[in-house]
């Protein structure tokens, strides 16, 4: 990695760390009211119930997409890579019911060589990519790198808000809404889903993608 990549990288990952120290406390009682989408984008999922797929989810936080997929999938192994170590020791407790098929890494993606001896048949990104800036870019490659070909990548995130004041609050919560996830992915998968959805009638619009890497 270049010198500013990894200055970025590791400031990042402190700003990370420093912000979800207190927020991992507050996390699962607050995220169910603003982070729509994390269900219905495990419900569209193209496996079939019973498939032996390999899933890596990026930025896992407390667990609560690991613990539905290990609900929905019960053949998947599951890895969830956090930067932040108090949301990963939440999912450590929120997950215990599968530690069986379900490894937690406490550390950053980056983007480089593979860390995988296997690739994935899907990488989940929810609401982590527009937390990761400014090297959202790099991790979404890097996501390409780790799946297998035919594998999915699967995205829940915000997408942008007319408001300025609302990006600008958050924008103070580490969150860019900015509408500039959605055409790297476009450039880089196959699309099977893209769905735009608006929030509190308008005030901001979240979206969840799905896309097969194509070679
Ligand atoms: C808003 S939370 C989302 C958590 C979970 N995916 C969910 O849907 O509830 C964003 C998470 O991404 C993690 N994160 C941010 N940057 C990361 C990076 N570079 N590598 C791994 N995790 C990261 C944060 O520590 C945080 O736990």
Redesign the pocket.
Same mark, same amino acid.
């Given at each position: 990695m270049a010198d500013k990549a990894r200055q970025d990288?590791k400031q990042? $990952?402190d700003t &990370?760390q420093r912000y /979800?120290a207190w927020q991992s406390k507050i /996390?699962d009682a607050t995220?169910w009211s603003f $982070?729509f989408g994390?269900k219905k984008i495990i419900d569209i999922l193209p496996f079939e119930k019973d498939a032996t797929i390999k899933i890596l989810?990026? %930025?896992? %936080?407390?667990g609560?997409?690991i613990e539905r997929m290990a609900r929905q999938f019960p053949n998947a192994q599951i890895i969830g $890579?956090?930067?932040?170590s108090h &949301?990963i020791d939440k999912a450590t407790i929120n997950t215990s019911a599968f530690s069986d098929r379900v490894n937690l890494e406490r550390?950053?993606?980056?983007f480089g060589e593979s860390q995988y001896s296997e690739q994935m048949d899907l990488i989940l990104f929810?609401?982590?990519l527009t &937390?990761?800036n400014p090297?959202w870019r790099d $991790?979404i490659l890097q996501a390409r790198r780790d799946l297998r070909k035919g594998g999915y990548v699967a995205v829940?995130d915000f997408y942008n808000s007319n408001f300025q004041f609302f990006k600008n609050h958050m924008g103070n919560h580490h969150v860019r809404m900015d509408g500039h996830l959605v055409p790297l992915l476009e450039a880089e998968f196959e699309r099977q889903e893209l769905m735009v959805k608006p929030a509190y009638g308008g005030v901001w619009h979240y979206f969840m993608y799905i896309g097969k890497k194509k070679n």
């Amino acid at each position: 990695m270049a010198d500013k990549a990894r200055q970025d990288a590791k400031q990042q $990952l402190d700003t &990370m760390q420093r912000y /979800y120290a207190w927020q991992s406390k507050i /996390y699962d009682a607050t995220r169910w009211s603003f $982070l729509f989408g994390r269900k219905k984008i495990i419900d569209i999922l193209p496996f079939e119930k019973d498939a032996t797929i390999k899933i890596l989810e990026i %930025g896992c %936080g407390t667990g609560y997409n690991i613990e539905r997929m290990a609900r929905q999938f019960p053949n998947a192994q599951i890895i969830g $890579l956090d930067a932040s170590s108090h &949301m990963i020791d939440k999912a450590t407790i929120n997950t215990s019911a599968f530690s069986d098929r379900v490894n937690l890494e406490r550390r950053p993606y980056f983007f480089g060589e593979s860390q995988y001896s296997e690739q994935m048949d899907l990488i989940l990104f929810s609401y982590s990519l527009t &937390m990761i800036n400014p090297q959202w870019r790099d $991790l979404i490659l890097q996501a390409r790198r780790d799946l297998r070909k035919g594998g999915y990548v699967a995205v829940a995130d915000f997408y942008n808000s007319n408001f300025q004041f609302f990006k600008n609050h958050m924008g103070n919560h580490h969150v860019r809404m900015d509408g500039h996830l959605v055409p790297l992915l476009e450039a880089e998968f196959e699309r099977q889903e893209l769905m735009v959805k608006p929030a509190y009638g308008g005030v901001w619009h979240y979206f969840m993608y799905i896309g097969k890497k194509k070679n």
